[in-house]
């Protein structure tokens, strides 16, 4: 498994701002302060991990990072959960799986978080 996700890892930057980009077109349709915080962290995030990836605190705002996301995007799914037999259920069910993706990428980014480039080990 390490093996496939290898370039999600060495991409780790470039992904949290792509990421933080969904977000920022998810926060401008809705128009929600709750959705801008994402955008926010994802993109520090990605600056972060190319500019200081070795630093303390990156780390910390990386993993953080993808749990606010992670739980932002499960939070959307609950609450379009309860449009699915209603009025508006083709757009509840594209809400509902569309964050429910984005609650997944959330998760690979973890990963890609709290693990290191392979290239990045020191020979001891």
Do not use: D
Not at 64 to 73: K, N, Q
Not at 89 to 103: E, Q, T
Request: hydrophobic share 60%; glycine share 8%; with cysteine.
């Amino acid at each position: 498994m390490p093996r496939v996700l290898n370039p999600l890892v060495s991409n780790a930057p470039y992904f949290f701002i792509a990421v933080g980009v969904v977000w920022l077109g998810i926060a401008l349709i809705s128009s929600s302060p709750l959705i801008a915080w994402p955008v926010i962290a994802c993109v520090a995030a990605g600056i972060m991990l190319r500019q200081i990836p070795s630093h303390r605190l990156t780390s910390a705002w990386v993993v953080a990072t993808a749990a606010l996301g992670f739980f932002i995007a499960i939070y959307q799914v609950y609450a379009w959960a309860g449009f699915l037999g209603g009025t508006f259920s083709s757009l509840a069910a594209s809400a509902f799986g569309g964050f429910a993706v984005l609650a997944a990428v959330h998760v690979l980014l973890f990963y890609a978080g709290v693990s290191k480039p392979s290239g990045s080990e020191k020979a001891a």
